[in-house]
């Protein structure tokens, strides 16, 4: 169905489950319950939840109500809802590079988790020893090969889906995969909580823990919590912005954004119940990161009674939350290749095929026969670089770019903005947060992106860590430069 010419979505929870499904990443399941439970339990989830109202909810209301109001990709969105101001146009380059480096690593990894869910449906690894099936993951890494097919099984299947159109194919594919997602979660998750020893790792992960929160830091754990507020809802390139352009004027941003993200949220919680316990039950410490998924789990798998079921159920679920991110952002390249091209939907759909298969191979190449390029420095892999481009520098200043244009007079402006996005039923944006959108949310996205690049850089020789920085803060300041000229320059 289409709505003046554009499609839009059959139902409220196709948008919902889908957007939704876009900003449910790995992240969820292997790096927030490690750091939930390191910092404090409890103490970590109430900082965070005070982290995702005051960052995540006010940047993706933004996304999603600029795409709406434009019923456009990001490759359009700003001429059409700013027309006499033109600078803003220019970073529509920014999502769709953003989108393209996500997809030339991220479609690889969900590659990972076919594979293994094909290996644990098999039992093939289930009489491993601990250290044959850290080897496994190392073998699987070297074999270039086989990470050429499981990603091009991905490509190729993705866009499938999006050739289906919007409602029989990602809408009707994203509500099949996450209601069975859910499920798949429930079912884990009371599973791993009946294990013997579970609840030490309950204990762990929920309970507060004042000594281990004052161990950490306050400062550390309010940080920690800020940066995972901001990146778990994948805001900043546009692929939210997409999903707000299918949307329909019958409810406001407001709410549906805030739905969105207490199901993020929710999925964030549950996978901590699946793996904590679990890790606690067998004596394994939970890991962040590839290691836990791909090593740490699959032993602890191996020592459960029925853990070849556990195992496979938990490798369908990990497939269902990389893909149904990748069919989100495969739908946005698509619609910004239109829109930036002005070329048919046929057209965009194969040229990305092979683009995005393309763009994959450095990434795949870049731990086995490119392991030698380690241009982060020593240790580091291809999929380092695309990650630190994407993470550190497309989100947070995409993300920035959105909240500027959304609330400056010489962008969309915040009176339109707020029109918008309270339109339909539903409760209301805030309008008293307007200054705070427009200094201090500005400030904190830049603080974020400023100590992700100290972070990454602070090993680093002196020379070298300055001069990371410098690039930092010119990059910066080229954003802002172009966010705050003055309009009457660019009025035709």
Avoid at 118 to 141: H, I, K, Q, T, Y
Avoid at 430 to 441: D, Q
Wanted: hydrophobic residues 50%.
């Amino acid at each position: 169905m289409k709505e003046n010419g554009r499609e839009h979505f059959a139902s409220r929870l196709g948008f919902i489950l889908v957007s939704a499904g876009c900003a449910v990443g790995l992240g969820n399941v292997w790096k927030f319950p490690y750091i939930c439970g390191n910092n404090g339990g409890a103490i970590f989830i109430i900082i965070y939840l005070i982290c995702l109202a005051a960052l995540g909810f006010p940047i993706l209301v933004c996304e999603f109500t600029i795409g709406r109001g434009s019923k456009a990709s990001i490759g359009r969105a700003f001429s059409i809802l700013s027309p006499k101001v033109k600078r803003w146009s220019r970073f529509r380059y920014f999502g769709f590079a953003g989108n393209y480096l996500l997809m030339a690593f991220y479609s690889m990894v969900a590659g990972w988790m076919i594979y293994y869910l094909v290996r644990m449906l098999s039992g093939s690894m289930s009489d491993m020893a601990p250290e044959a099936v850290a080897g496994e993951f190392e073998n699987l890494l070297a074999s270039p090969g086989i990470l050429i097919l499981f990603t091009m099984i991905v490509v190729v299947a993705c866009i499938g889906v999006c050739a289906l159109g919007l409602q029989k194919g990602v809408e009707k594919v994203s509500k099949i995969m996450m209601i069975a997602l859910i499920v798949l979660m429930v079912i884990m998750a009371i599973r791993s909580v009946t294990l013997h020893g579970s609840g030490e790792g309950l204990k762990f992960y929920l309970m507060p823990d004042l000594d281990r929160a004052m161990e950490r830091g306050f400062g550390n754990i309010i940080f920690d919590a800020m940066t995972h507020a901001f990146f778990t809802l994948s805001v900043g390139i546009g692929s939210m912005e997409i999903l707000g352009s299918f949307m329909t004027d019958d409810r406001t941003m407001t709410g549906e954004s805030t739905i969105v993200i207490c199901l993020d949220t929710l999925i964030a919680l549950m996978a901590g119940v699946i793996i904590i316990p679990a890790c606690f039950s067998y004596g394994i410490s939970p890991d962040a990161g590839p290691s836990l998924i791909f090593i740490t789990l699959p032993n602890v798998f191996n020592n459960m009674a029925g853990g070849r079921i556990f195992g496979t159920l938990f490798f369908i679920f990990m497939s269902f939350a990389a893909l149904s991110t990748v069919i989100a952002v495969y739908q946005n390249i698509i619609s910004i290749s239109e829109d930036l091209f002005g070329i048919s939907k046929k057209k965009s759909l194969i040229i990305n095929m092979f683009g995005i298969a393309a763009a994959s191979i450095p990434a795949i190449l870049g731990f086995n026969l490119l392991s030698n390029v380690n241009l982060l420095g020593e240790g580091s892999t291809i999929m380092d670089l695309e990650d630190f481009l994407v993470s550190y520098n497309l989100l947070p200043l995409g993300a920035l770019v959105f909240v500027l244009f959304a609330v400056r007079k010489n962008g969309w402006g915040f009176d339109n903005f707020i029109k918008e996005a309270d339109k339909g039923t539903g409760p209301r944006f805030p309008r008293k947060l307007g200054f705070y959108m427009s200094y201090i949310l500005p400030a904190i996205i830049l603080l974020i992106y400023f100590k992700g690049y100290y972070d990454m850089f602070k090993t680093k020789d002196t020379p070298v860590f300055i001069a990371w920085m410098i690039v930092a803060v010119a990059i910066a300041a080229f954003i802002m430069f172009i966010a705050h000229g003055k309009p009457k320059k660019e009025t035709a």
